[in-house]
């Protein structure tokens, strides 16, 4: 299930980015969609690295 969940998340990452990469080339804005899934996947990792960071203290001082 895990695997599922980082495919998903890398091809979706990898939409986004090259998404955003082609339209800085052409000069043009960003579709609304494509911010909004990026604004996600942000969260979405800030979010679950802060989540493991607190994991780690709770280890080490648990430990």
Known sequence: MLEAVVFTYGMLASF??????????????NPRMLQYVGYVL?????????????????M????
Not at 16 to 29: D, E, P, W, Y
Not at 60 to 63: A, E, Y
């Open 42 to 58: 942000m969260s979405f990792s800030a979010a679950l690295g802060i989540m493991l960071l607190g994991y780690a203290a709770m």
């Open 60 to 63: 080490s001082l648990s430990g």
């Open 16 to 29: 986004v980015l090259s998404g955003a990469t082609r339209n800085a080339k052409a000069r043009r804005a």
